[in-house]
């Protein structure tokens, strides 16, 4: 055997030994997910998104509201950020997560204002913390 051949199947034998195998991926992937098993699911409740009535044109602004046991998350879609409120206020720390992880953090202040920004495309979810209280939303679409 070669000094070349040698080199080849050494890193052949690397690069057979770093690969994952996929039942692996799969328990990490379903063990990540109990991270948040103590937060309570904010559930869409109101998207100005989907039709409702008889509306010529869409509004230029998209809201949503996620609705948890003890509080609301009210959320406005511009271009450039993401501007919402708790309700009932209380400060604490909101994160936009993508399929990624996170995206943006900010803070909440006393009067349950936030912005995030920027923007997702595709699937995101929000991630409060506030207090005792644990919410994460329920993935959406933009």
């Given at each position: 055997m070669t000094d070349a051949e040698i080199v080849a199947a050494l890193a052949e034998a690397r690069k057979a030994a770093a690969e994952?195998?996929?039942r692996?991926?799969?328990?990490?992937?379903?063990?990540?997910?109990?991270?948040?098993v103590d937060a309570e699911l904010a559930a869409l409740s109101a998207d100005t998104d989907t039709p409702v009535g008889t509306r010529?044109?869409?509004?230029?602004?998209?809201?949503?509201?996620?609705?948890?046991?003890?509080?609301?998350?009210?959320?406005?879609?511009?271009?450039?950020?993401?501007?919402?409120?708790v309700v009932p206020p209380r400060p604490?720390?909101?994160?936009?997560?993508?399929?990624?992880?996170?995206?943006a953090v900010a803070q909440v202040d006393e009067l349950g204002w936030f912005v995030l920004g920027p923007i997702p495309r595709g699937m995101f979810r929000l991630h409060l913390r506030a207090g005792d209280a644990v919410v994460v939303t329920e993935w959406i679409t933009i």
């Open positions: 994952v195998p996929e692996i991926r799969e328990i990490g992937r379903a063990a990540y997910a109990w991270r948040t010529a044109e869409p509004a230029a602004v998209r809201a949503l509201t996620f609705a948890a046991r003890d509080l609301t998350i009210e959320v406005e879609l511009t271009d450039d950020a993401l501007h919402g409120q604490g720390e909101i994160e936009l997560r993508d399929r990624s992880g996170v995206v």
